[in-house]
């Protein structure tokens, strides 16, 4: 089982669409979880972070599952601007430093 | 305030070149990384910094790779002999906090 898994897409959804991207990773010890967003030869930047009870900034909300080791992103009223690739990021345990990163998840908003 | 930034965004080197990657971190981050990201793929791992401790380099690929840091401040990764498997973009990252990263823009190596 890899680390992070995660849908390549692409996903091709219209402007207004609601969108749910899932994430699931191995190592049962991760205590932090973040959704990056990568534009197209960028680098990534941080979306936001994942928090057990679920979290919201604005258009988008992060859930996690401990139990099943998932995370998600959704993502409603969908933007153009919104067009990137959007990594699920699981970091190596408590105090770890290293963090995983999913290999993305490719969305575009269409007109 | 000024962010990573990484030189040169962009490097054409031919097969059996060595090339040298320079990163500047955000000032007073103690932390920093690099990471390869080749075409479609997800950001690989090769080295980490921490202040003056001991560096993991466990995610380097192998002894043609090596990477040097002064202090708290600029990194350099080096590739010897350089093959086509090399091409790639590499992301230098700084933090100062276990579980974030701030990426600069990368260098894009293309190995002919």
């Known amino acids: 089982r890899k680390e992070v898994e995660q849908d390549p897409g692409p996903f091709n959804v219209p402007e207004g669409a609601t969108v749910a991207f899932n994430c699931t990773y191995s190592?049962?010890?991760?205590?932090?979880f973040f959704w990056y967003r990568q534009d197209c030869r960028k680098e990534p930047k941080l979306l936001m972070s994942?928090?057990?009870s679920g979290n919201e900034d604005g258009r988008f909300t992060a859930q996690l599952n401990r139990a099943s080791q998932y995370i998600s992103l959704l993502i409603r009223d969908s933007k153009l601007s919104d067009s990137a690739t959007y990594l699920c990021?699981?970091?190596?345990?408590?105090?770890?430093?290293?963090?995983?990163f999913g290999k993305g998840t490719k969305l575009s908003v269409i007109p | 305030g000024a962010g990573v930034s990484q030189s040169p965004s962009n490097k054409v080197t031919e097969k059996g070149k060595d090339v040298e990657l320079r990163c500047d971190p955000i000032?007073?981050?103690?932390?920093l990384y690099w990471y390869r990201q080749r075409l479609g793929q997800g950001l690989e791992f090769l080295i980490y910094?921490?202040?003056?401790?001991?560096?993991?380099k466990s995610g380097l690929p192998s002894d043609r790779f090596s990477a040097e840091r002064t202090g708290e401040s600029v990194s350099t990764l080096t590739i010897q002999r350089t093959q086509q498997e090399d091409s790639a973009v590499y992301l230098c990252?700084?933090?100062?906090?276990?579980?974030?990263?701030?990426f600069g823009p990368g260098t894009r190596l293309t190995v002919l």
């Open positions: 990252a700084s933090s100062d906090r276990t579980d974030t990263r701030f």
């Open positions: 190592n049962s010890a991760s205590q932090s």
């Open positions: 994942v928090y057990s």
């Open positions: 990021v699981v970091n190596g345990g408590a105090g770890s430093y290293q963090l995983t």
């Open positions: 000032s007073g981050h103690t932390a």
């Open positions: 910094f921490q202040g003056n401790s001991a560096p993991d």
